[in-house]
């Protein structure tokens, strides 16, 4: 029987060749779906890869002219009322959470997000909360889209890098020109209309040596209450070479100059950020925050870890021991293993021809949300912060070990320089957490 299962699982499945072969639990479940509330994410990419601005770092610029890759162009209206028709119907929890990002979501147009909101009307569940987060580069914001928003309680999930300085070193547009005037112009739009927004702050090579230069400005220049920090860690060759298909043996050693940004032969692209500086950014930022924001501003990184030694188990995928339930979708109807994964390699399927829930149960797609914890080398499983990390993202398993084993996260010294600073701080919070009563917080 099946942890948390009521029935027992059958013991033998037929497979498509008619053979028979016994269960096991990457097979549990889709066995077990219908025994209890059924819940995932998917991230839609309605206008796949397009995108106005020409971002050096964007991991996603790339599917453009990717072999086998994703197709170019719109979702269109039939692909999309399958897919809101397909998502609603799948998840049988009590929420359902529509992230909309790409490429430039923005530019698939007003009109575009209006059939989505009357969509969702026409096939929501009774009991079924629906929900939109939009991730957005913020230049093409005005008026008219901050009356939508306000109107159908989207959530904005807004890009900015920091200061203008920092700002502009990577997130250009097309012609190279820098974006911060018109990013931050939309941040007072969004407060002028009372659109909630959250921050995604990239971290890479530059800002990541100024963390309390992009700290203090998205708290005191964009009021930003929920900031989230996502390290740019790319490996040479991402564009056309899909993750854990690289040559295991190539892969540099910890601690060697190939395992950091700026060598001739570096695994990671040059504006990657450097592991040391990773560390650096996330102690001096988690200073700053106990310091003076503790309870008043959400870090990401901050939140999940005091969730976690709460015993809550982390907020975010990238901290759990597997993962798996967070699915992408492109806008020909393809189904990826999850967003940093669209590849040929790991598309699971399309909704024209497989229900989206049965994808994303599939025991293709189990087997890919379990290797997080299956393929984690020696050197992590005896690690004293295993629990905190789980290896963090299997994207960013690119290097190897000091003594030459392959799946190490190439963040791993600035994530451990990072748990042994803040971790005591977190354990003392949640012990004076633990002496009070819960407060529900709204989704952010």
């Not at 059958?10 to 059924?38: C, E, F, H, M």
């Not at 530019?107 to 059939?115: A, E, I, P, V």
């Not at 959400?298 to 993962?323: A, D, K, P, R, W």
Request: with cysteine; charged share 25%; proline share 6%.
């Amino acid at each position: 029987m099946t942890p948390g299962i009521s029935n027992p699982l059958p013991a033998v499945i037929v497979q498509p060749d008619g053979s028979w072969r016994t269960t096991d639990k990457y097979d549990a479940p889709s066995l077990a779906a219908n025994q209890g509330p059924q819940r995932f994410h998917v991230m839609a990419k309605p206008g796949g890869s397009t995108c106005n601005l020409d971002c050096d770092y964007c991991f996603y610029l790339s599917k453009q002219t990717l072999p086998d890759g994703p197709a170019t162009g719109k979702m269109s209206d039939e692909m999309l009322e399958r897919f809101i028709s397909q998502y609603i119907a799948g998840v049988t929890g009590s929420e359902v959470v529509f992230s909309w990002q790409g490429g430039e979501p923005t530019l698939m147009g007003l009109d575009f997000f209006r059939k989505v909101v009357a969509l969702e009307k026409k096939y929501a569940k009774p009991f079924q909360v629906v929900q939109n987060d939009l991730q957005t580069n913020g230049t093409l914001i005005n008026e008219e889209w901050c009356e939508f928003l306000k109107a159908n309680r989207f959530l904005v999930g807004l890009s900015i890098d920091g200061p203008r300085e920092l700002h502009d070193k990577y997130r250009v547009t097309k012609g190279r020109k820098p974006t911060f005037e018109r990013v931050f112009n939309t941040v007072k739009l969004l407060q002028r209309y009372g659109v909630p927004f959250n921050t995604l702050t990239c971290v890479n090579r530059i800002n990541a040596r100024k963390p309390l230069d992009v700290y203090r400005f998205l708290k005191n220049e964009v009021g930003s209450t929920y900031i989230q920090f996502i390290p740019i860690a790319e490996y040479m060759g991402f564009e056309k070479t899909a993750p854990h298909k690289w040559n295991n043996a190539a892969l540099p050693r910890d601690g060697t100059p190939e395992a950091r940004p700026g060598n001739s032969n570096s695994i990671v692209t040059d504006w990657s950020v450097d592991p040391d500086d990773w560390g650096y950014f996330l102690c001096k930022v988690f200073d700053e925050w106990l310091r003076n924001d503790l309870g008043k501003i959400m870090v990401n990184h901050f939140e999940t870890m005091g969730s976690q030694h709460m015993g809550l188990g982390s907020q975010v995928c990238i901290y759990g021991e597997f993962c798996g339930k967070g699915v992408a979708i492109e806008n020909d109807g393809g189904v990826y293993a999850c967003d940093h994964y669209v590849y040929p390699e790991y598309r699971l399927g399309n909704i024209k021809d497989a229900a989206i829930d049965a994808q994303v149960f599939s025991r293709t797609q189990v087997k890919f949300g379990y290797a997080k914890n299956e393929t984690l080398p020696q050197y992590c499983r005896q690690c004293a912060y295993l629990s905190d990390c789980w290896g963090e993202c299997p994207k960013n398993r690119f290097i190897r070990t000091a003594d030459g084993e392959p799946g190490l996260n190439y963040l791993c010294r600035g994530f451990k320089k990072y748990f042994a600073h803040a971790i005591p701080e977190i354990n003392r919070i949640v012990a004076d957490l633990k002496q009070r009563p819960m407060q529900p917080r709204k989704r952010m």
